[in-house]
């Protein structure tokens, strides 16, 4: 019976249709599904921290209300993305004791400093730049529940994308040589983290070929890469900031820039524990999870006592 169901689902996959939570899958779709989706959840909740450091200092209050908005933005992001992992058959307290016990990945963007306000806009123009680029193709992917989740959330993180460009539009064009400098900087600390945002070259990456062949991944790293790339070097020059790569060039024959080398070590490191804040994110991820037990504790009583009253 197994090996109809699977001709079914490959005949699904190849047709370019979607799967369902209680359509039958092989058991490593389901698997791969649950640890792209937790890991882009994860991802979600922790990418609100480096920002959220900046809340208390936003320069005005008009900036105040966007980051507050944007970075409640980002817990609804997660949200929807455990859910859907959860149509997979993984609670989400499963998931939780993974990211909480530092077993989980997420990625490796959210693990460096944010050190000054131009950060908060750099965040949003290249991090949530270099997230639309990768989220777009996943709005057609094969599993529904996920496909159906990045429509929202992309259109909630093309505002954000652009939110972060327009702070530092100001920055750049009405601010002092001192906050033009801290744009430069920030850029200069984030652009590679961006490009490795992507993942391994797509000849390291052990979990393209099959995720293509699903239909879970649409675009390759390397070409997603190259797409953002392309896509922002224009964007810098209207900013009037350089991008830290001596090597960035238009090239004619591949009608693509070139770009140098990525520090692919520094990215291990980064995505194995030891990057510069890899410890302080999970620790206050644990400590608000934490912090958080009475809301459960009482939602679920409330939840209880509904129960008990409806069955009386
Ligand atoms: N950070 C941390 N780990 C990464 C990574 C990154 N930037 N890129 C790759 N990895 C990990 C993979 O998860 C995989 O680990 P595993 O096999 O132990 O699970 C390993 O490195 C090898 O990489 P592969 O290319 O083989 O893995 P994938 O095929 O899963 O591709 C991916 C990686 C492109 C990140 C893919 O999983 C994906 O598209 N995920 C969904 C999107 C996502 O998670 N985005 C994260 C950013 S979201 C965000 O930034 C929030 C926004 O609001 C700012």
Not at 89 to 100: A, K, N, P, V
Not at 134 to 148: E, H, K, M, T
Not at 181 to 204: E, I, S, Y
Request: charged share 25%; net charge neutral.
């Amino acid at each position: 019976a197994d090996e109809a169901r699977q001709t079914h689902f490959d005949a699904v996959i190849d047709a370019d249709g979607k799967i369902e939570p209680r359509d039958w899958m092989p058991d490593a779709y389901r698997k791969t599904l649950v640890r792209q989706i937790s890991q882009h959840a994860h991802s979600e909740v922790v990418g609100m921290l480096p920002e959220g450091n900046w809340i208390s200092r936003a320069p005005s209050l008009k900036r105040k209300t966007i980051l507050i908005a944007k970075v409640q933005d980002e817990a609804g992001h997660g949200l929807y993305l455990y859910s859907a992992a959860e149509t997979l058959g993984t609670s989400r307290d499963q998931m939780l004791e993974g990211l909480h016990s530092g077993k989980a990945k997420y990625s490796s963007i959210f693990n460096y400093p944010t050190l000054n306000w131009a950060d908060v806009g750099v965040i949003g123009w290249l991090v949530d730049g270099a997230a639309i680029m990768n989220q777009i193709p996943l709005c057609r992917c094969s599993y529904g529940p996920y496909a159906r989740a990045m429509i929202r959330v992309c259109k909630e993180e093309s505002f954000h994308q652009r939110q972060g460009y327009e702070g530092l539009l100001v920055m750049m064009q009405r601010g002092t040589a001192e906050q033009k400098a801290m744009v430069q900087d920030a850029v200069n600390r984030t652009w590679w983290k961006c490009l490795a945002m992507f993942g391994p070259p797509d000849a390291d990456s052990p979990n393209s070929a099959q995720g293509m062949r699903w239909g879970i991944k649409r675009i390759s790293n390397d070409d997603l890469r190259q797409k953002f790339v392309d896509a922002t070097v224009p964007q810098a020059e209207v900013l009037g900031v350089t991008l830290p790569d001596p090597d960035l060039k238009w090239n004619e024959a591949r009608g693509h820039h070139d770009y140098g080398q990525i520090d692919w070590d520094e990215f291990w490191a980064t995505v194995n524990g030891h990057g510069p804040c890899n410890k302080e994110r999970l620790a206050t991820r644990v400590k608000a999870h934490e912090q958080g037990r009475w809301v459960r504790d009482a939602a679920l009583a409330h939840a209880a006592k509904q129960q008990q009253r409806q069955q009386k």
